[in-house]
């Protein structure tokens, strides 16, 4: 408790006594109340500076939370921020790279094509020389070195008209060709060149002739091996021109020669078989008189084997019958 004041003097004054203690009582008073406000007002003072304080240390936790908050935002700021710029970069960069691609592919498509016309142009230049080659082979009467040149080239490769005017003129030079070919062939083997006319008849043939040029090819080729004693090469010739052609021209000749050989060989039942075909159904032809008196002879001889009287064949044969 706070000491008592000492009680002031009493005014030299000429007031009573009694107003005088009162009012000493009165200041005393005020004094006392003066001085518990001041010691209300310091504790209230230390309160305030302790609360103050205890503000200021909050603050101070409160700054350090903040700046601490404040710096976890900006690295988290900064990650996202980075990591947007990263993806950002990435998708463009992907983007970039899908669009090189992209622009590669078509330039080595472009490429590849600019590749393939220069190749295709090359052959269409490389075949359309070769066709002009062929035509002009055609002018010169060259028909086989034409046809050898139009078959090196790649019909694909050249155009509609150009193909069509050489197989016409081809087709035409080749029948022209074969044909000179064919006559010259026949005109040889009558004339005794025989093996002139074999070698041209050949020529005709490797120019790929119709059936009716073919017909006559083998028989005249029969013609000429026949007369050259080649008999193997003339059965086949003249077999060829039969089962290509049963009612050619050259039947009755064909046979004639076929009857020959058969003779030659020894086979005189075949022999006479062919004669008596000859006079029986080609009895108009050339040979037919021929072939008549083959037949008798082939069959005289018969008789003559078995000491006259009727014929009588070799062992295992039976004569034919007889013309009449």
Known sequence: MPEK????????????????????????????????MTIK?????????????????????????????????YVLFIVIIATGAWYASERRLSEVETKLQEKADELATLVKQTDERKQKESRVTRNEKLAEEAYDQIREGNIDDAM????????????????????ASLAEARSG????????????????????????????????????????????????????????????ELRKMSDLNPKSEFIPDALWYQGQMAEINGDRK????????????FSNSKNAGSARVAFYRILNSFKGASGGGAASPG??????????
């Open 5 to 36: 004041p000492a009680e002031p003097p009493v005014p030299e004054t000429g007031a009573p006594i009694s107003d005088v203690r009162r009012e000493f009582i009165e200041i005393k008073k005020e004094i006392i109340e003066s001085r518990n």
């Open 148 to 167: 050898k040149n139009w078959n090196r080239v790649e019909k694909e490769h050249v155009s509609k008209f150009i193909e069509k005017v050489m197989t």
């Open 270 to 281: 075949t022999a006479m078989a062919i004669y008596d075909r000859i006079v029986k159904e």
């Open 177 to 236: 060709a074969l044909r000179k070919l064919v006559e010259k062939g026949e005109e040889s083997v009558k004339a005794g060149r025989l093996t002139e006319g074999v070698k041209l008849l050949d020529q005709a043939m490797m120019l790929q002739p119709a059936n009716d040029f073919i017909e006559r090819i083998h028989f005249w080729r029969g013609d000429a091996y026949f007369k050259l004693k080649k008999f193997k090469e003339a059965e086949e």
């Open 315 to 324: 062992p295992g044969e039976s004569a034919p019958d007889l013309p009449r």
């Open 41 to 73: 007002t310091d504790n209230l003072v230390k309160n305030l500076a302790a609360d103050i304080k205890q503000i200021q240390v909050r603050q101070e936790q409160y700054q350090k939370r903040y700046l601490y908050n404040s710096a976890v935002s």
